[in-house]
């Protein structure tokens, strides 16, 4: 038997690809016993719902959940990152819950919350939240410490997220990320004009010379393969507001691409964008942009729609959310500035 992983899933923190071809010599046996049988801490249940979903196939096919598997099938699989087991405790946190049934929450996040548990964060996170507020919130295979997490979104940005509640909704949903089938928009004021649109392609990986940042290595000799879409929504002369849509979905990839681009995020802390990277030399130049930091201590960056597809019901689905206040008082600032610069 052959097993094989991809990277070029575009959630490489909750999404797994995984081949599988079947032994020569392999008796006919129904493909959820097989499967059981092979991979650690799948159950024959969590492969009847991938194989419903969609998200197990068949020498590229689609089967039933009654098919036998015959010597030399190539069994695809994408399903839920497995991860370290951790404790994990219901927290009584208020959420901005966007939308809600019986599968699947839409959150609009606050700046300050990570998303999951980790080094550093073992309390106050949208995962603690989300097991006070859901009973038997689905978990990944092997319990993971990111139940019914689709994808994330850093802690000092806002914006729509996606929770599977169930795990029939977390498969579905984790095989729409990953076939790049969700329909997400983010909101970003950078420094400088990147011009009307654009596309910005380079590999993302850990940083060479900090490990708890990304990089851009654009000959794609490390890292994995990301790309950016965006359109400038309005330029306000020193700053840009764009809109940015995305191919894959890496870590920091729109501020990491951005900065390498030469046009940072507003007030990105650790992508460089807190200094001023155009303008005057005037005194009061630079106050102007510190106030607009103060009320802005954190990236410019909102995720501002999502779309995809319900996973029991099959119907379109799609939401959108307001700035948040402190990113659209900065914004007004901007335009405030640029209007009296030119009354002078």
Same mark, same amino acid.
């Given at each position: 038997?052959?097993?094989t992983?991809s ?7 909750f999404v ?16 959820d ?5 092979r991979?650690?801490?799948i ?10 979903n &969609?998200? #197990?196939k068949? /020498?590229?096919?689609v089967v039933?959940? !009654?098919? @036998? ?12 990152r ?5 404790e994990?405790?219901?927290e ?8 809600e049934?019986d599968?699947?929450m839409?959150?609009?996040?606050a700046a ?8 550093g964060?073992?309390h ?34 806002t ?9 029939k909704a977390?498969v579905?949903l ?13 909101i970003a004021l ?7 649109? &654009?596309? #910005?392609?380079? /590999?993302?990986g850990?940083?060479l010379? !900090?490990? @708890? ?26 700053v ?13 990839q ?7 681009l ?12 807190t200094?001023?990277w155009?303008?005057t ?18 990236q410019a960056l ?21 700035l ?21």
């Amino acid at each position: 038997m052959e097993n094989t992983t991809s990277n070029k899933n575009t959630e490489p923190e909750f999404v797994e690809e995984q081949t599988i071809i079947v032994d020569a010599g392999q008796g006919l046996v129904r493909i959820d016993k097989f499967l059981g049988d092979r991979i650690a801490g799948i159950s024959r249940t969590k492969v009847q719902n991938g194989v419903k979903n &969609g998200t #197990i196939k068949v /020498n590229g096919e689609v089967v039933r959940t !009654n098919y @036998k598997v015959h010597p030399g099938d190539e069994i695809h699989l994408v399903f839920p990152r497995e991860t370290e087991e951790t404790e994990l405790l219901a927290e009584d946190i208020p959420l901005d819950i966007v939308y809600e049934d019986d599968d699947i929450m839409v959150i609009n996040k606050a700046a300050g919350m990570v998303v999951h548990p980790g080094v550093g964060n073992p309390h106050g996170t949208l995962v603690n939240a989300l097991l006070f507020h859901v009973q038997n919130l689905a978990e990944s295979p092997n319990g993971s410490d990111r139940p019914g997490i689709v994808h994330r979104i850093d802690k000092l940005t806002t914006g729509l997220m996606l929770v599977g509640k169930t795990e029939k909704a977390l498969v579905h949903l984790s095989a729409q990320f990953y076939n790049r089938e969700i329909d997400r928009k983010y909101i970003a004021l950078v420094w400088g004009d990147p011009g009307d649109e &654009g596309r #910005i392609e380079g /590999n993302i990986g850990r940083s060479l010379k !900090n490990r @708890k940042l990304m990089g851009v290595f654009p000959d794609g000799d490390f890292g994995k393969e990301a790309a950016t879409n965006f359109v400038k929504l309005k330029d306000l002369g020193y700053v840009s507001l764009v809109e940015c849509k995305l191919d894959t979905g890496r870590t920091h990839q729109i501020r990491v691409h951005f900065r390498h681009l030469g046009h940072p995020l507003f007030g990105d802390l650790e992508y460089d964008g807190t200094r001023i990277w155009k303008g005057t030399v005037f005194t009061k130049y630079r106050q102007f942009v510190n106030n607009c930091f103060t009320l802005l201590p954190r990236q410019a960056l909102h995720a501002k729609s999502l779309g995809f597809v319900h996973p029991t019901t099959g119907e379109k689905m799609f939401f959108e959310s307001e700035l948040p206040a402190d990113m659209a008082n900065v914004i007004e600032k901007w335009e405030n500035y640029i209007e009296q610069r030119a009354m002078e």
